[in-house]
């Protein structure tokens, strides 16, 4: 197609007008540039004037166009008549191969079309890229030129094809939406199975660009609606990966198959978990699509909805049951894509729903390592959150085993008075705490050897300690259950590694708070004295 003739769009003439006249070369002589200027504004007696002054009337802009392709791309039947009265060049080449009656035809002036073939302009001309006729009427939605083709010219070909990817009228109409044009184009034999140099049958187009009214007709006609082009994707797999809901739907009610597989293992659900479209990984699952199909590396849905962040298309597969922790061709598990790029709704969301936190990828290596190694600290902390959870305050909470709400405990802690500890934890870890503290509490309190190093592998300087310790202490706080005294766990902690005259300090400070707020309202669990 042209380049600066659009892509399927109509122009009206003052835009032909207007990037004609841009491209008139300086080399042209004044009475020339006039010459043009006349035809592009369709004043035939102009036109006349300049041609008895001896104007050539074959003469060329920048873009080799003439007069007549001027006339001819705004419709101008006066201005044509006298041209080709005058003699001017029917078959005229311009830079892209567009001859005059192709610009006709592209922008939908019927009478110019017929003038131009009355006159002898062949009906067969293509420009460089193998466009014809027929070709420049059905991208452009000309109908009628299209009537004009098939009813006075009967051109021996319908399906002939475009050189740069071997397109028939058909796939252009059906990939730019031309109802009409694709009706009238069947009517005339046009092969609904033809293939282009990809091989996209006018379904594939269709299905890509969302043209549902389109892919309905073609589907009447009795198109096999699994047909694959070149790499093994049919129509449902185009529809997916772009998002059209209207279309998918057709598709799957005429039998589509949902699990058909492109020469790399892609199913449609991948497609959709790729590009986040959340609603049709619905409309697939409930289609009956395999959830945990694998692609040729190894990648389910859920690889692909953790790579692209798409945290609701996540949720969707993990509630469907998904098989969370399939490794791919490196031997990561969903969870491990996800906090490798850093992905923090999406990790949230496999942890909520049960992914393995012991799953090691090719290189040995843990989540909590590649978050730490990483430098992803919400994810560091979030991961400890969860395995302590699992292994200590999950059966304390009254709830099925499953997919849990990470509100639950990812984000915000189940203890009530955990708002107000957090300042005392601030203070404890930035003013209070000893360098090595954090670690001999963290000790204390069961925190595994790798989560000690995954904390400690974020350095900010020589006092990182203070950074660690709160990170530490608000971990912890996440894990304290709600029937627990808080105060009294840490005053037992502190004294444990020997900072029994710190542990005091809190609890005075603790029982002044609690004595005052008892005279205004009842005290919180959190501020109970410690006896």
């Known amino acids: 197609m042209p380049s600066d003739a659009g892509s399927g769009s109509k122009r009206r003439s003052k835009d032909m007008e207007w990037e004609l006249s841009t491209f008139l070369p300086a080399e042209m002589s004044r009475r020339e540039q006039r010459f043009h200027e006349a035809a592009s504004c369709n004043d035939a007696d102009a036109v006349r004037r300049l041609l008895t002054e001896g104007v050539g009337i074959n003469c060329r802009n920048s873009l080799d166009r003439t007069a007549l392709h001027c006339a001819a791309a705004c419709g101008h039947l006066a201005v044509t008549e006298v041209l080709l009265e005058g003699g001017a060049d029917l078959e005229a080449k311009d830079k892209y191969g567009m001859r005059p009656v192709l610009w006709a035809a592209w922008f939908g002036h019927l009478d110019v079309l017929r003038q131009l073939v009355n006159s002898g302009a062949c009906k067969y001309s293509t420009n460089k890229q193998g466009l014809g006729i027929v070709h420049c009427a059905a991208a452009n939605d000309h109908v009628d030129i299209i009537s004009f083709v098939f009813e006075s010219l009967e051109p021996d070909n319908v399906n002939a094809t475009e050189k740069n990817n071997e397109r028939t009228a058909l796939h252009l109409a059906a990939e730019a939406g031309h109802l009409q044009v694709v009706d009238k184009l069947l009517h005339m034999g046009a092969m609904v199975q033809k293939k282009d140099k990809a091989g996209a049958t006018a379904v594939h187009l269709a299905a890509e660009k969302g043209h549902g009214h389109v892919i309905r007709r073609l589907l009447l006609v009795g198109v096999e609606v699994d047909d694959r082009d070149v790499e093994g994707r049919t129509a449902v797999h ?76 996540a949720l969707i597969l993990v509630e469907n049951d998904m098989e969370k922790d399939l490794p791919n061709y490196r031997l990561q598990s969903p969870l491990h894509v996800a906090v490798e790029a850093g992905h923090v709704e999406v990790v949230q969301v496999l942890l909520a729903g049960g992914a393995s936190l012991e799953a090691r990828e090719k290189s040995g290596k843990s989540a909590l390592q590649l978050a730490a190694r990483g430098n992803h600290v919400a994810i560091v ?45 601030w203070r404890l870890a930035t003013r209070q705490l000893r360098p090595g503290d954090w670690k001999l509490l963290a000790a204390y309190w069961n925190f595994a050897p790798e989560h000690i190093r995954a904390i400690e592998h974020e350095y900010t300087g020589s006092h990182s300690y203070r950074e660690h310790g709160y990170r530490l202490l608000s971990i912890w706080l996440h894990g304290v259950r709600k029937d627990e005294n808080v105060v009294k766990l840490l005053f037992e902690a502190l004294v444990a590694i020997g900072r029994r005259q710190l542990a005091e300090q809190i609890r005075r400070r603790a029982n002044r708070t609690a004595a005052d707020k008892s005279k205004t309202c009842s005290p919180s669990p959190m501020m109970c004295a410690v006896s």
């Open 238 to 313: 185009l529809a997916a990966e772009h998002g059209h809901q209207e279309v998918l739907d057709l598709l799957l009610d005429y039998n589509a198959n949902p699990n058909s597989e492109t020469i790399r293992e892609f199913t449609p659900l991948h497609h959709a978990a790729a590009e986040g479209h959340a609603d049709i990984c619905r409309s697939l699952i409930r289609a009956g699509s395999n959830i945990n199909a694998q692609n040729f590396q190894g990648n389910t849905a859920l690889h692909l909805a953790a790579t692209g962040n798409h945290r609701e298309v």
């Open 381 to 425: 902390d979030m991961l400890i959150r969860a395995q302590r959870f699992y292994g200590v305050t999950r059966d304390y909470l009254d709830m099925d085993v499953g997919y849990v709400d990470p509100e639950l405990y990812l984000r915000k802690p189940v203890h009530s008075g955990a708002g107000p500890m957090r300042d005392v934890l």
